[in-house]
């Protein structure tokens, strides 16, 4: 008999990761939604303190991205295999 439990285990990892992958990106976008609604309104109101942290915080959420970005590519990369 084919033991198949390896492979099993292997796709529930896979699935598990690509839903939080999917969480991740979901709550990504609301919190830059949300960023760019605060730097609108800062804008409209012209506060600069405001503007400066809406800005401040969609900056910091861009570098995170950029770097988190790189690790997901390099790990992606390394668990595909090219097709012969």
């Known amino acids: 008999m084919i033991d198949t439990t390896k492979i099993l285990a292997a796709?529930?990892?896979a699935t598990t990761d690509s839903a939080?992958?999917?969480?991740?990106?979901k709550d990504v976008k609301t919190s830059l939604d949300k960023s760019?609604?605060?730097?609108?309104a800062a804008i409209a109101a012209s506060d600069p303190v405001a503007m400066a942290k809406a800005q401040?915080?969609?900056d910091s959420a861009t570098a995170l991205l950029d770097t988190d970005s790189?690790?997901?590519e390099a790990a992606l990369s390394a668990n595909v295999t090219p097709a012969p």
């Open 70 to 72: 790189t690790e997901t």
């Open 56 to 58: 401040a915080d969609i």
């Open 20 to 25: 939080a992958l999917r969480a991740l990106v």
């Open 11 to 13: 796709a529930t990892r």
């Open 36 to 40: 760019i609604a605060d730097l609108a």
